[in-house]
């Protein structure tokens, strides 16, 4: 791997989201090091999400929130998989079956591993563990809709497979992690929920 070099670390915000300013130095690829450089990172930790598939129904769930990020460009409403935040001493897989429940009240046995990646590493370095889930209504044990503690306030919602590759088709879904879920299930629903 290239040379770097950093320089300094100063913390600019300690919030939920946390903002790093760095000076440093990098390897360039002719070999020479490069002039002092300010680069910026977001840091938000770990997250997980996860596609859930019911294959009797030929269906997957996803759930519908309020992301303020989202307002200016979106409208703020966006329709995505179930997802959240890898808490200090936890395993991406232990987050995320929290999260299923939490969010969509389902209790699942297992997650299978999509991939890991990084939505934004120009600017953060928040890395997500995309898993997918097969549930069915006995595993339904909650309504969901996320912890009322937190703020959350979730509607979950059920799509037919058809209209939710159909959205990914059309360039209707406007989230990264729900279009790489929606890329793989296209790949995999033979497998996964065969006709």
């Not at 903002?19 to 977001?42: I, Q």
């Not at 159909?166 to 793989?184: E, N, P, Y």
Request: glycine share 8%; proline share 4%.
């Amino acid at each position: 791997m290239p040379k770097v070099e950093v320089i300094t670390r100063t913390r600019l915000l300690d919030d939920f989201f946390k903002v790093e300013e760095a000076r440093l130095r990098f390897e360039r690829f002719d070999g020479t090091m490069s002039e002092v450089v300010r680069r910026l990172n977001v840091e938000r930790g770990d997250a997980a999400a996860a596609l859930l598939v019911h294959p009797g129904r030929r269906a997957v769930y996803l759930v519908r929130q309020f992301m303020y990020p989202a307002l200016e460009q979106a409208g703020g409403w966006l329709d995505t998989v179930v997802a959240g935040m890898v808490d200090a001493g936890e395993t991406p897989d232990a987050a995320i079956r929290r999260e299923i429940l939490e969010e969509a009240g389902f209790a699942v046995d297992k997650v299978e591993p999509i991939a890991s990646f990084f939505l934004s590493p120009g600017g953060s370095s928040e890395r997500i563990f995309l898993f997918a889930a097969t549930v069915s209504d006995a595993a339904r044990i909650s309504a969901g809709g996320g912890v009322a503690t937190e703020n959350e306030d979730i509607k979950v919602l059920e799509w037919p497979i058809g209209t939710f590759l159909g959205r990914l088709q059309s360039g209707a879904l406007k989230d990264a992690k729900t279009i790489v879920a929606a890329c793989w299930l296209k790949d995999n629903l033979a497998r996964i929920a065969p006709a």
